[in-house]
């Protein structure tokens, strides 16, 4: 398995609250409005559970939850790939306003794949954590 983390991001507000957000991914939504993920992304659906998505010289992929620890982790499976991927989004609440968040990725990849779209998910990794800092930020402040 290779594992790929983001950044740690920031957001202004208690890990209750940013959890009920990402817990529920038709929270998302609001993500399809972002030019940044338009130019990257397309054909954007999202229920409860689940997400899907289409990307360039990829086709189209998609999440599932699998996993809920209530204020501090969403574990979720990757499907419509030919490789085994989960991921997962962690949180860590620093005091009442200030809650840490960070993405795991981790992926069965054989190495001629892995050399093809290893810079891509390293990435990819950071750009999601990024949209979705800035998405759940948005969210809270509307």
């Given at each position: 398995?290779?594992?790929?983390?983001?950044?740690?991001?920031?957001?202004?507000?208690?890990?209750?609250?940013?959890?009920?957000?990402?817990?529920?991914?038709?929270?998302?939504?609001?993500?399809?409005?972002?030019?940044?993920?338009?130019?990257?992304?397309?054909d954007?659906?999202?229920?409860?559970?689940?997400?899907?998505?289409?990307?360039?010289?990829?086709?189209?992929?998609?999440?599932?939850i699998?996993?809920?620890?209530?204020?501090?982790?969403?574990?979720?499976?990757?499907?419509d790939v030919?490789?085994?991927?989960?991921?997962?989004?962690q949180?860590?609440?620093?005091?009442?306003?200030?809650?840490?968040?960070?993405?795991?990725?981790?992926?069965?990849?054989?190495?001629m794949?892995?050399?093809?779209?290893?810079?891509?998910?390293?990435?990819?990794?950071?750009l999601?954590?990024?949209?979705?800092?800035d998405g759940?930020?948005?969210?809270?402040?509307?």
């Amino acid at each position: 398995m290779t594992t790929y983390e983001s950044e740690v991001k920031t957001i202004a507000s208690g890990a209750e609250m940013v959890f009920g957000l990402i817990s529920d991914l038709n929270n998302l939504q609001l993500l399809k409005d972002d030019p940044r993920v338009q130019e990257k992304l397309s054909d954007l659906t999202f229920d409860t559970d689940s997400c899907t998505f289409s990307v360039d010289m990829l086709g189209k992929v998609g999440f599932r939850i699998v996993e809920r620890e209530p204020f501090s982790t969403v574990k979720m499976e990757v499907f419509d790939v030919p490789v085994q991927m989960n991921f997962w989004i962690q949180l860590k609440q620093v005091s009442d306003n200030d809650t840490k968040m960070k993405l795991t990725l981790k992926a069965e990849l054989p190495m001629m794949i892995k050399m093809m779209v290893d810079s891509k998910l390293k990435e990819g990794i950071n750009l999601i954590a990024g949209y979705l800092a800035d998405g759940i930020t948005k969210k809270l402040n509307s």
